[in-house]
């Protein structure tokens, strides 16, 4: 029996979209935003050319198509909240050509086989009057949903500033920034306690003043009662001899004179002192 070729699948030496691939592919759709087969075929050329710089195979434009309508055809994983970041970003870039075209809604009858143009792309306008019946691929994924396409960052870019980030200069710069809060902070804590230290020394002061005004209260006191009680014996002191001396005006009571005395405190003591000048005269 004669040996039956066999048919569909894919072509020999093709191989697999790898993650790099599948970027790459991205990428080069990004920046064409292809509509028709014209479109596809400069995706084709784009991909082809990085590809070689990377050791990378090439792909038709067929198989790129393919392999992009298959990321945007994928639904998100049941039980999972977040779809794969590349499907993700598949489809947003899908919005940005659909944006192009000025329609979400891209007919795609005319660019499934490879060789028709850009004017194959068919745009739905919304029915005037009476209801059109027209076949519209529609997407179930809600555009408010969707994330906006993030801005790609610059590989030498990145490098160069995690370099500077992390030099030397920099860390110099940062050990020196800690280095004076450290100190500034030592600073702090010293005059802290200096002042706790000040607080302290001032309250003990301000104690012993007010001891030593009791102690100066009480002599007093006790000095006043002492000469009393000389005076109450007889034995005037000198001071007392000499108190009135030059004072005739104060009234005298057989050779004494009526005294009294005041304290801070509250209270007085009254007593009588023997005047001598009285008795000379």
């Known amino acids: 029996a004669p040996k039956r070729l066999a048919r569909g699948g894919r072509p020999a030496g093709s191989t697999n979209f790898t993650d790099f691939d ?41 198989s790129l198509e393919n392999k992009f309508k298959t990321l945007v055809k994928t639904k998100k994983p049941t039980g999972d909240a977040k779809r794969p970041p590349r499907v993700r970003r598949a489809q947003e870039i899908e919005d940005q050509i659909s944006e192009k075209a000025g329609t979400r809604e891209l007919c795609d009858e005319g660019d499934t086989d490879g060789h028709s143009s850009d004017a194959s792309v068919t745009i739905v306008n919304p029915p005037a009057q009476a209801p059109v019946l027209t076949a519209v691929a529609r997407r179930a994924t809600s555009p408010a949903l969707r994330a906006k396409p993030r801005a790609r960052v610059n590989a030498p870019e990145l490098v160069s500033k995690l370099t500077q980030s992390f030099g030397p200069e920099a860390q110099r710069a940062r050990d020196e920034d800690r280095s004076q809060r450290s100190f500034q902070t030592a600073q702090f804590f010293a005059i802290n306690q200096q002042l706790q230290h000040a607080q302290s020394t001032n309250e003990n002061l301000r104690g012993q003043l007010m001891t030593m ?69």
């Open 213 to 281: 005004q009791e102690r100066l209260h009480t002599a007093e006191r006790a000095r006043d009662i002492a000469e009393l009680k000389l005076e109450h014996h007889g034995l005037p002191t000198k001071s007392h001899r000499t108190h009135f001396q030059g004072y005739a005006d104060f009234p005298r009571v057989d050779g004494k004179v009526r005294c009294e005395t005041r304290y801070p405190d509250g209270g007085a003591c009254t007593y009588w002192i023997s005047d001598p000048s009285g008795d000379e005269s």
């Open 22 to 62: 599948t970027d790459l592919a991205l990428d080069v759709v990004e920046e064409v935003l292809p509509i028709g087969g014209l479109a596809w075929t400069k995706v084709e050329s784009r991909f082809n050319a990085l590809a070689r710089k990377n050791n990378r195979p090439e792909r038709t434009a067929k």
